[in-house]
């Protein structure tokens, strides 16, 4: 069974946000809640009651932002385009959201879900060169399935329990991969005790590997991503569109830095998939000499003290967006513990490695199953009914298990 579809612009009355004068204090610190698209991305529920500012009821009036009732969907329209909760009281907004109000056609509960299901086809209906930014308009247009009020309850109810169980479970593995963090702890505060100070360029040296001129070949190319995580993204790129003097290639152990925007402290230690890998000449390779290890480099730096460094050494005038000064670096101590202790750091670094190695993959496709369960349900594809009597959930997350 498939429900028929409506615009949003039929089912919704579109409510628009702004921004009140940064500079003027009585528009600030006031008693209306204030929700940016980075207040959506950090709700872990369906539902949101206040951002990290408020606003007064000055700032109110000075901009085009609008008080929303509870039950209204706030979705954010840029950076990035798609975070969705259903807000729990009166609020407003700035300019990166808008505010869905449901006519009496569509429950809240339901038209959260069914805003979920077409996220993909919001974010490809964005615009912009600087960044991607869903037009009014566009919002408007794009259709939902809209069965009737009896059913978009019970496809509520359903995905409210359904999605809970997944939730929890990927919770419960991410708690997992979070319980190594204390030790990398434990091992720095260590190492700080005992260590010897000295310049990082004494500790590691630079590493430029040119990639050789063979158009014919593609390259997977690495990128740095995840505020002081060390995680790397990667993608196909033909040779013409590296060009061999700006890209190089990296080998196993191998530290990398985002050199491009420092301040993120992004910081990685390249793995025996990643060898013969290409980074651009934006993302410094260094390797560790004079008896240091690599994987101890990697795990300094993603220390505060390490990640306080990093900014410290970058340089321009890009605000935030400054790129890390190598020679900079290079002249900084930094503490070098026995090799006993580097060693044992060495352990836990790879340990982590295989722990999320062994986890992230069963994540992705909870995260992918919870997807295709939500527009399953919406859609119609789904007899909500049926799939929960059948216990379907529970077979397939003890297969992903």
Known sequence: MTYQTAPIGLVFEVANGATPKSGNSNFWDGDVPWITPADLGKVSGPKISKGSRYISRAGLASCGTQIVPSGTIVLSIRAPIGHTAIADTKLCFNQGCRGLIPSKKVCSEFAYWAILSCKSLLQSAGQGTTFLELGRAKLRATKIPLPDLDAQSRIADFLDRE???????????????????????????????????????????????????????????????????????????????????????????????????????????????????????????????????????????????????????????????????????????????????????????????????????????????????????????????????????????????
């Open 163 to 401: 999605t809970a169980r997944i939730d929890l479970l990927i919770e419960k593995k991410q708690r997992l991969v979070a319980t190594v963090a204390p030790r990398f702890q434990a091992l720095i505060h260590a190492a700080n005790e005992s260590a010897i100070w000295q310049r990082f360029g004494f500790c590691a040296t630079y590493a430029s590997r040119p990639i050789p001129s063979a158009p014919e070949i593609s390259y997977t190319r690495l990128g740095l991503y995840n505020h002081g995580r060390g995680f790397f993204k990667k993608n196909e790129a033909p040779f013409e569109e590296l060009g061999d003097s700006s890209f190089f290639f990296v080998r196993e152990g191998d530290l990398v830095f985002s050199g491009q925007f420092a301040w993120e402290g992004s910081v990685g230690l390249v793995s025996s998939d990643e060898d013969g890998c290409v980074v651009s000449h934006r993302y410094p390779v260094y390797v560790g000499k004079n008896g240091v290890l690599s994987a101890y480099l990697y795990a300094y730096f993603r220390t505060h003290h390490g990640q306080f460094l990093m900014e410290n050494c970058s340089r321009g005038a890009a605000g935030r967006n400054r790129p890390l000064n190598s020679r900079i670096l290079e002249k900084e101590k930094i503490p070098i513990p026995s090799p006993d202790l580097q060693e044992a750091i060495q352990k836990v670094v790879y340990f982590e490695r295989s722990l999320k190695d062994k986890t992230n993959p069963s994540i992705t496709r909870l995260k992918e199953y919870r997807s295709a369960l939500i527009t399953g349900a919406v859609t119609g594809q789904i007899d909500v009914e049926a799939y929960a009597k059948s216990d379907a959930t529970e077979r397939r997350l003890d297969a992903i298990e």
